[in-house]
């Protein structure tokens, strides 16, 4: 059974930073690409970071740029999100998504409000 749980959620003030992480398990993590996605109240979910199955390739949504960093930890099946400079904008449930041609998983979410 294919799990990823996502961690390091919480309330920060702006300007603030934080840590996500998502723990996969029951899966070759190692052969599939990661992202993170966002969920805004009232608003569609938006993918914020990707990263490429060895790593050596990243995209990121143009409201991150600059201030989020993704990265993978192969050895412990486990990506991670660096979120610096936080805005209130960026409050959302943040979503670990692991994605392999046809295989296609999520994590339950992790809260990050951020606080004017």
């Known amino acids: 059974q294919v799990q990823l749980v996502e961690s390091g959620g919480g309330l920060v003030q702006s300007g603030g930073s934080l840590r996500l992480s998502c723990v996969a398990s029951?899966?070759?993590?190692?052969?599939?690409?990661m992202r993170w996605y966002r969920q805004a109240p009232g608003k569609e979910r938006e993918l914020v970071a990707a990263?490429?199955?060895?790593?050596?390739?990243?995209n990121y949504a143009d409201s991150v740029k600059g201030r989020f960093t993704i990265s993978r930890d192969n050895a412990k099946n486990t990506v991670y999100l660096q979120m610096n400079s936080l805005k209130p904008e960026d409050t959302a449930v943040y979503y670990c998504?692991?994605?392999?041609?046809?295989?296609?998983?999520w994590g339950q979410g992790t809260q990050v409000t951020v606080s004017s």
């Open positions: 029951g899966l070759t993590f190692s052969t599939y690409a």
């Open positions: 990263i490429s199955s060895a790593g050596s390739n990243t």
């Open positions: 998504n692991a994605l392999r041609i046809t295989q296609d998983y």
